[in-house]
């Protein structure tokens, strides 16, 4: 194998970033904490319909206005959404070069097997898979009302959240999409950490406390929509 | 006594390339007046290296560097396991970093006197100079070394000196050290200056005209057996202390390339100076395949005890103080624990053999650290010794911060070698040795921590001076023509004689002869040598070898990876080698470092050095298989270091 | 002890290779792993049938060469190479499988022997501190702070052995390209090289095959010399500053 010997002219950034294994990670790392910080805002919206539906609806209505006058009606919410798909494509292309690679460095497996690493650790790339599966139909579902059950109403979240998990095939694709959440988050955050370099042995425990609560904290969140559907909280 | 003992003396062989005057000086005088190599030649110079531990690695990182195109091999599948790597304890330097009265004299004074006056003082001298440039060197490399909290190096004190000029890192100094010199051949393999040739073993050296032209080399994997040309050969194979079977050195370190180098005639010398170290973990059966040291730098805070009854069979710490037995501070009390290696080896077989000895056979001797541990806190031991208790613990299921540990001597290095004058340099023309390999700075007995200084000594400093030299003298002609008769001859020899190992089809594997042997020179030509002895390994030897062409079994073809063939082709080596270290150690009847000749000692046991007759390095000239060797003798002059017997009282 | 052993067997790196089974007896718990499969091979030479190759030097666990995936795990059971295995960490009547180190960027010369050469080009390819012979300065012209002196340390103590590739399911080198970048990078003598040799080992680990990290955590657990998980972090953090810094 050829020794890749330096040149004088580098690549360019963006190309030693991308052809890098360690790059690609870091791509992985930060549309992944793009994401977390959205569904953070997201669940916190989310919590507001045990409010009722007035402060919902109109949370939602609110969120078309944001960043008025300067931006019209929805404008912010598109720039949010396109800067999503781009961290979904982004986090996703990335993944799957990354698992190609990985499958083809180790093609044949120990005859004499043994579970290996954390559950968590173990799920990353079906857990993935499962949340890329669940956006679809979320978007689907309550977005574009495409797959909505009951008549799908535009700016009427309230009900059409009432409407999904009144189903129990709604209830049971979006608790497990969010237990598959939870785990993806409480190795993906710690693994963003190191990959970004911030990881040291004395942080460790910290950062691996941190992943654990936002994963807690993120699969309550968004579980407890569902479950005050369920138990009627929410109606 | 049979006619491989009756040998000749030839002519007397002399160095003539170290330069007379005041030795301070002779090192200068001689890289002043040995001839250059025009820098845009060298790169028309091929030099092969054999071997890539300190000296190799050293080398021919360093040959590379200043243009030479490099061919450098090792058996191992990386240049990075060289054996230099287990080298635990430290490395010498005369720095004087503690301003303890250390100097390059004192370290030259140290290692002639612990070599037992059997060293030659030029070389040594050389030694003492260049070790301060080692450690400058090996701090620009980023080797670790231990460093104090204002972060300028750390030193401590070794075996049979009484200064602290042993640099160290942790227990790995020589994993650190050659990892330093991996890393700058790495370097210059990347730059296409070094070709590297891993899992590929010497098999015998190419004499064309007189001088050395390269060598016969087998790949390990394909099978394939190769010439290689070059206008200088140098061997950094290391030692032979695996004709003992049972060393510390690895198990695949072997004295092929060296014997071969011999058979083509380049002289040995002193093959019967091996070092036994006095602090390895004694064997627990037949089973044990090799031996484990520990560094030698316990004996700084731990004592050595016996109990004083024989046969004592009581655990440790229930014998109480006054019933034990310190017995090298007893008996040494100025350097107590520190004496040099071989003193404390052969007092260790003493008690042993008076039946004091602990542990399974009664071999072994107890290194106790329960007053380190009172008086410095555990942690501060294990701060310092840490991966050694560690390695204790795993090796014998006993923990040493509670039990003393159990040590007994073991064949550890060999100062023996071929012998090289002053530019490091064979009988053979531009055939060099450097490292363990060669014969030249220790003497009888070698100093703790300096093995890895003479090592990168050669290989950095030393040889790329001094070859050039010949190289200058011998300007780059013609490549070697492979259908010279002299190489077919080289090339059909070593083919066939891995032939007949495969075709002999007999009934006893490698290990079993290679075991005979080395139980066989343990016991007459190990710790403590007799006359009677020693003939009667010279009787044994030649039947064993004898045995040995009719009944081995290897099993597999020669064109392919085949270890067992590997292994049977060094014991082809090791059982003419042996009769050689046997022969040597029958005609040096005197005690000096390492080789202890019962007939020979002082009232109170010690090893006394009879000068009048043997103040000579025995240089040996190969004649051929199981025929008497010419025994050509190297007059040792002591202008400085004046020879007393050794004390450490 | 009496064992039965299950060992790959593959006659060269061209040829399928499959588990054969062995019994061994008489093993002394005091006995070595690889003076467990010495005894096998005696046998097996006796009977004159091929030893098991596998790799080994040293015996004392500094080497590197020993490598044997022992009931899937690299180095056996204790976190230590192979060659300090003893077999008192087994029972008697116990089954093993022996299996060679796993990773398309290590073939499989013969039975349990790999290649590992894709970690030399690695060190080749900037895993170095260039300092010409002769050119060094005076050793205590820089002063290296203890902590990082002992960082360097801890991380210089890798033994190049490749348990960390064979035990991660990517089959990634990352422990060990990163022991050598930290070891070099955090000294001062180390620095004028600092981006260059970070990306440039990068590349070359990333050229050679080796898969990429996911943070599992094996190659830490199954390292003999206990290089951190954290050196994976740090390697990170210097590639990513060396990205911005080296143009």
Known sequence: ?235 | MNSYSEYTTGEPVADTKAPQGPIAERWDTRRFEAKLVNPANRRKHTVIVVGTGLAGGAAGATLAEQGYHVVQFCYQDSPRRAHSIAAQGGINAAKNYRNDGDSIHRLFYDTVKGGDFRARESNVHRLAQVSVEIIDQCVAQGVPFAREYGGLLDTRSFGGVQVSRTFYARGQTGQQLLLGAYQALSKEIAAGNVEMHPRTEMLDVIVVDGRARGIVARDLITGRIDTYFADAVVLASGGYGNVFYLSTNAMNSNATAVWRAHRRGAYFANPCFTQIHPTCIPRTGDHQSKLTLMSESLRNDGRIWVPKAKGDTRPANEIPEDERDYYLERIYPSFGNLVPRDIASRAAKNVCDEGRGVGPGGQGVYLDFADAIQRMGRKAVEEKYGNLFDMYERITAENPYEVPMRIYPAVHYTMGGLWVDYDLQTTVPGLFAIGEANFSDHGANRLGASALMQGLADGYFVLPSTINDYLARHPHKDEVDADHPAVQEVLSETEDRLNLLLAVDGDRTPDSFHRELGELMWEFCGMARTETGLCKALERIPQIREEFWRRIKVPGTGEEFNQSLEKANRIVDYLELAELMCLDALHRAESCGGHFREESQTPDGEAARVDEDFSYAAAWEFTATGDAPVLHKEDLVFEYVHPTQRSYA | MKLTLRVWRQKNADADGAMSTYEVDGISSDMSFLEMLDTLNEELIVKGEEPVAFDHDCREGICGACSLVINGDAHGPERTTTCQLHMRSFDDGDTIDIEPWRAAAFPVIKDLVVDRSAFDRIIQSGGYISAPTGSAPEAHATAVPKPDADFAFEHAECIGCGACVAACPNGSAMLFTSAKVNHLNVLPQGAPERETRVLDMVAQMDSEGFGGCTLTGECATACPKGIPLPSIAAMNKEWLRATRKAR
């Open chain 1, 1 to 235: 194998m050829a020794l890749a010997t330096r040149t004088d002219r580098r690549p360019s950034l963006p190309r030693t970033v991308w052809d890098s294994t360690v790059g690609k990670k870091t791509v992985m790392a930060v549309s992944g904490l793009i994401m977390l910080l959205y569904l953070v805002a997201h669940m916190i919206g989310n919590l507001k319909i045990f409010f009722g539906p007035d402060d919902f609806n109109h949370y939602a209505h609110w969120l078309r206005t944001l960043g008025g006058p300067v931006m019209r009606w929805e404008w912010t919410l598109w720039v949010v959404r396109v800067g999503l798909v781009a961290a979904v494509v982004a986090h996703a292309v990335s993944a799957y070069q990354l698992s190609r690679r990985d499958i083809r460095a180790r093609p044949s497996k120990y005859v004499h097997k043994k579970p290996r690493a954390s559950y968590a650790t173990r799920t990353m790339r079906w857990g993935g898979i499962i949340l890329g599966l669940f956006i679809v139909w979320h978007i689907l579902d309550l977005t574009t009302g495409t797959v909505h059950p009951g008549g799908y109403e535009h700016l009427h979240p309230y009900q059409n959240v009432i409407d999904t998990f009144s189903t129990w095939y709604g209830n049971v694709i979006y608790i497990t999409a969010v237990v598959a959440l939870g785990f993806h988050v409480r190795h993906g955050f710690w693994s963003a950490a190191q990959t970004l370099g911030v990881g040291n042995a004395s942080r460790d425990r910290f950062l691996k406390t941190c992943a654990s609560g936002l994963a807690l904290l993120l699969t309550v969140g968004f579980v407890s929509v569902p479950v005050g559907v369920m138990t009627g909280v929410v109606s």
